[in-house]
């Protein structure tokens, strides 16, 4: 099977790393890629939202199936571009009708509030209704939380203590602080605990299987504090994601929303990425994405002792039917190093050095290019070092001494990463 998958991030190299391995996979092209995915397949120079051109390159070169990694083609309609154009090409990722799960925050809150799934309380506002969200503001207790209905490349959601300041971000986010993004805004209540993620592939027709749960850090800063980025590191398992946990989440979370997709009729075949939070042991819905997470990703797909492959192909065909997913049952811990700056301006192009002297870890590039045959930054995000322990301190330990290995100006890590579950 020839294999297209769209992306460039650490993400995208984690499921290369993955879908390489299989038996099934004859040819695999990464589009665009970056400056490590060619060790699992070839780089090819698509834009994973030009439509036409991937359409091309699927058709020259024989593809068969097309792995979407990020969300913009899906919010853009990829599926249903293909379903009209090559119906016969097999794809993993919905179409644009269940791609609005990530794509309309206010979409993803009615459709949870319709079938019963826990969230946190919330009502939407417009430039029409500006002065009605700054009332709602006055009912609820700090901090307060705004986000911008659409994609907004991460960084569309404010949590914000004091209550004018709030109000006055409200006014500014509808008067275009994040573009069309925020031409309507949802506002929600702070809940307050530990958050985790967790993956599900479904096929469309209610069979669905969850992929080991992962934690993620996102501030850059040690203790979880300074600016949010896309991701420092990432653990899998969860100490508390325990049976008892899961099993309140299957039931209350991924049941619900499979089930409740089918009821809408949307035909959705792909990964639902939940972001959840653990209130006092009852899990409840932050967001939803509609792909995998990243740096997530990393240490997920290092604990998926199936061959994943297959169970990507039933997924497209929408019949899962009895396959499969093992775990691995080893710890993986993923630690990130970034460029200095970032999540701010940062320089690009600065040699990297060392991946070589890293032989206990699994090394993501994310953020990293080939210059004149030698490796170089492109990203805030450079790369990621996941390394498998029995515990989590001895996975963290091999990480932290790979990120240490390589070398690159400005190299910025956090040192915690998965301490606060030890």
């Known amino acids: 099977m020839n294999i297209l998958l769209l992306g460039s991030g650490g993400r995208e190299a984690a499921i290369a790393w993955k879908i390489s391995q299989s038996p099934l996979c004859d040819k695999l092209f990464i589009g665009p890629g970056n400056g490590g995915t060619d060790s699992f397949g070839t780089n090819v120079n698509l834009k994973p939202t030009d439509f036409p051109a991937i359409e091309t390159f699927c058709r020259e070169n024989g593809i068969n199936l097309i792995i979407v990694g990020n969300e913009d083609p899906l919010v853009a309609g990829i599926r249903d571009y293909f379903a009209e154009k090559m119906p016969e090409m097999l794809l993993v990722g919905p179409a644009a009708d269940g791609a609005a799960l990530e794509g309309s925050k206010d979409f993803a809150k009615q459709f949870m509030q319709r079938h019963g799934i826990p969230t946190a309380a919330y009502q939407s506002f417009t430039s029409a209704t500006v002065e009605e969200g700054c009332r709602f503001l006055e009912t609820l207790k700090a901090p307060y ?17 004091d209550l004018k300041e709030a109000q006055n971000s409200l006014r500014e986010m509808l008067g275009g602080m994040f573009g069309r993004a925020s031409s309507t805004v949802v506002i929600e209540e702070f809940l307050s605990g530990i958050e985790c993620s967790v993956f599900v592939l479904t096929d469309g027709h209610g069979e669905y299987r969850i992929l080991p749960v992962a934690k993620d850090y996102k501030r850059i800063g040690e203790g979880d504090t300074g600016l949010n980025t896309g991701g420092m590191g990432a653990v899998s398992p969860v100490p508390f994601a325990n049976k008892e946990f899961m099993s309140k989440v299957e039931e209350r979370i991924v049941k619900p929303t499979v089930n409740g997709l089918i009821k809408d009729g949307i035909d959705y075949r792909g990964f639902i990425f939940l ?18 997470g990243d740096p997530e990703t990393e240490a997920v797909m290092p ?7 297959p169970l990507l192909i039933a997924v497209s065909k929408g019949n899962l039917g009895n396959l499969e997913l093992k775990e691995d ?14 999540p701010g301006s940062y320089e690009k192009g600065k040699p990297m050095t060392g991946l070589e002297n890293v032989t206990e870890s699994l090394l993501f590039h994310a953020g990293t290019a080939k210059q004149d045959g030698r490796l170089v930054t492109s990203g805030g995000r450079v790369i990621a070092a996941t390394s498998y322990g029995e515990d989590i301190p001895s996975a963290a330990a091999k990480s932290f001494a790979a990120v240490k290995a390589i070398d690159f100006d400005g190299k910025y890590f956090r040192r915690d990463i998965a301490a606060d579950l030890c």
């Open 275 to 292: 972001g959840l939070i653990n209130v006092c042991g009852e899990p409840m819905v932050i967001e939803y994405n509609v792909r995998m």
């Open 329 to 342: 049952p080893r710890t993986a811990v993923t630690v990130m190093a970034v460029s200095g700056g970032y």
């Open 145 to 161: 939380v705004l986000k911008a209905d659409g994609l907004a490349a991460g960084k569309g959601v404010l949590i914000i203590s």
């Open 303 to 309: 604990r998926i002792e199936s061959d994943l492959l």
